[in-house]
């Protein structure tokens, strides 16, 4: 029954997914929007992020989305918003130990010259 729903009111989670992957529209996004990012890991792991919130984001949004032509504009915020955002779960998992690293290395690596 739920496949029968989902013919009839637009396309299914998977094949919105499937465009996405095959047009790399999450990676465009994470390219030109991270641009400033020299981390290659951390847009990596965005990329992953971005598929992972995805799978779980509201299916009738996704497909309002996919039928105006936003996808790319949805994606773009949410990896902004996460990227940006002190309060998001990439910045408390990936940014947060990547500066905490910074400074423990800064402080390990004062090695004096000679």
Known sequence: MQN??????????????????????????VKYRLNKCRDAEMKKEMVQETYLWLLT????KLRDCM???HL???????????????????????????LQTDEIGKDTLNIPDG
């Open 72 to 98: 790319s504009a949805l994606i773009t915020r949410f990896i902004l918003n996460q990227y940006f955002s002190k309060t998001s779960a990439f910045y408390r998992t990936f940014k947060k130990f990547d």
């Open 4 to 29: 029968t729903q989902e013919r009839q009111s637009g396309e299914s989670r998977d094949a919105i997914i499937k465009y996405i992957i095959d047009t790399e529209l999450v990676e465009t996004c």
């Open 57 to 60: 984001y509201d299916l009738a």
């Open 67 to 69: 039928a105006n032509k």
